[in-house]
């Protein structure tokens, strides 16, 4: 099998290709490979020629299960130990012989990684290898259902080819061009996964954070901790991710921490029901009812979506001041 | 006799009273997920989320997951994320390896392939 299995994967490339280009000629498509001309034309700013991450490991894929693979290479890559094997409850569907793109972003977080699609952007997975990071892409080599993940680890750009560990293939060479019409019909589909203290050199501020949500959301806590902290550190404005660490201290139930942040958080956007009602409840957890009060306060008299819970925490307090007197 | 019984009833009402305030206090933060969005969309993330969630829980056992390991599954999702799937699990790209094509295909393909290659030469 695996003799045969070269051979075999590159001639479903080369169908691949056949594919999209049947279908773009249909189409009567201007350009079928839009992104490799506009990349040909500039290099990426502050980039290099050329990268490979050689350090990152290759699992070969069983039947059907690149996707437990791809993902186990770029969890490895991002430092936790992990094996395809491992995955394969986690990602794997047995009756669609494959794995589905957001099952691939949600097994990471709960190893306590930060998942992260990308920008439907060439010029953005030619920035995250060029930071070290490789690149699960979803291709597809088929007519139809042909879908397949590889990682991209590494480029060449004046010479314009991409390496891909890709099956049982561990370094596969494409021209630029080739990747792009099998990986175009996944609508440019892309992922990394990061430790909760790095950001991805491609990460935009408001996908990065409901990135880091969606991580504290699994109950990954503590990962969610330190990925907000980074955040901050690269953001410092931001009220949404002051907002998500006090969450994140308050599930670990550190509450004087929570307190520090929301009230740091408060001086800068006092008008924030959500910061004043996590304000009123975290000082009403460590039994503080009556400073509480006046934040819980004034979130009700802000009003807004979230006037219900406001008023909730409010009322929660008076019952308790009134149980104290 | 009835005052041992009377002590244990106390007891326990004030134990149980330790636990209130705490199970309020986790209904009482406002999660994160409600401001990383829209917050008028999130509400309806949320609500359709909730409703999805078991909808996609039974789809993926019925491709052959166990009831445990679906919920676990389901319970690494966001609300969108859930709402992407739900009612579309038979349909969305599963990347696996890439098979879907006959032999007689591939020759075809191959064929095509190095005409083109000729022909953009030219």
């Known amino acids: 099998m695996t003799l045969g299995a070269k051979p075999i994967q590159s001639a479903r490339l080369i169908a691949g290709v056949f594919a999209f280009a049947c279908a773009a000629l249909l189409h009567g498509c201007a350009s079928f490979t839009p992104q490799t001309k506009s990349l040909a034309e500039s290099r990426p700013a502050g980039v290099p ?3 490979e991450l050689t350090e990152v490991p290759f699992f070969a894929q069983n ?3 690149c996707g437990p693979a791809s993902l186990a290479m770029a969890m490895v890559a991002a430092g936790v130990k992990v094996t395809p094997d491992e995955l394969v409850p986690e990602v794997y569907l047995p009756e669609r012989k494959g794995s589905l793109q957001v099952e691939m972003l949600a097994a990471a977080r709960r190893h306590g990684l ?5 920008a439907p952007s060439y010029a953005d997975v030619i920035r995250e290898i060029a930071a070290g990071t490789p690149v699960i892409v979803l291709q597809n080599l088929g007519i139809k259902e042909g879908w397949h993940y590889a990682v991209a680890i590494g480029y060449d750009w004046d010479n314009g080819m991409l390496q891909l560990r890709s099956g049982l293939n561990e370094r596969q060479e494409l021209p630029f061009a080739m990747n792009e019409m099998v990986w175009r019909r996944s609508g440019y589909w892309a992922m990394v996964v990061v430790p909760p203290e790095r950001i991805p050199a491609s990460a935009d501020e408001q996908r990065w954070l409901a990135a880091v949500a969606a991580l504290e959301r699994t109950g990954q806590s503590a990962a969610a901790r330190s990925a907000y902290r980074t955040f901050l550190e690269r953001w410092p404005a931001n009220v949404n991710a002051a907002i998500g660490l006090a969450n994140a201290h308050h599930a670990l139930g550190e509450l004087r921490e929570a307190e520090a942040v929301l009230r740091e958080a408060a001086l800068r956007a006092p008008d924030s029901v959500v910061v004043l009602n ?3 409840q975290t000082l009403a957890d460590q039994g503080r009812y009556g400073e509480a009060l006046p934040y819980a306060e004034r979130a009700v008299a802000t009003g807004g979506p979230h006037a219900d819970a406001a008023s909730q925490t409010r009322n929660t307090i008076l019952r308790n001041l009134g149980r104290g007197n | 006799m009835k005052s041992v019984w009377a002590r244990i009833f106390c007891r326990l009402l004030v134990a149980l009273m330790i636990w209130t305030p705490y199970q309020f206090a986790t209904a009482g933060m406002i999660g994160t997920d409600r401001v990383v969005t829209e917050s008028t969309q999130a509400d309806r993330a949320a609500v359709l ?19 445990k390991t679906a919920q676990d599954r389901i319970g690494a999702l966001s609300d969108q994320e859930v709402q992407s799937l739900a009612g579309k699990i038979h349909s969305l790209p599963a990347g696996a390896d890439g098979t879907d094509v006959a032999v007689g295909i591939l020759i075809i393909a191959v064929i095509a392939v190095v005409v083109w290659y000729l022909w953009k030469r030219m």
Request: hydrophobic residues 40%; neutral net charge; aromatic residues 10%.
């Open chain 1, 63 to 65: 039947d059907y299960q």
């Open chain 1, 49 to 51: 020629g050329a990268r």
């Open chain 1, 114 to 118: 930060v998942s992260y699609q990308l």
């Open chain 2, 49 to 67: 989320g909730f409703v999805a969630r078991g909808d996609v829980a039974r789809q993926l056992q019925s491709l052959g997951i166990d009831p």
């Open chain 1, 278 to 280: 996590n304000l009123a």
